[in-house]
């Protein structure tokens, strides 16, 4: 049983790709996860207002 839900998600992610991830990479995904998690939980709470407008895109 995983020690901590991200172990949990990672375990569960790594059986749906058919990812294999030896034991010594766990510290490291779960670091990394966490910083993921992290930033875009900034995101997802940096406050927009409901007029706002998406960005134009630019070609060259």
């Known amino acids: ?8 998600y990672i375990n569960a992610v790594a059986k749906a790709l058919a990812l294999p991830v030896e034991e010594a990479w766990r510290p490291a995904v779960r670091a990394n ?3 993921s998690l992290r ?3 900034l995101v997802d709470d940096f406050p927009l207002p409901d007029e706002i407008e998406p960005a134009s895109v630019y070609t060259a």
């Open 1 to 8: 049983m995983a020690a901590e839900p991200l172990d949990d």
């Open 33 to 35: 996860l966490e910083v």
């Open 39 to 41: 930033l875009a939980r």
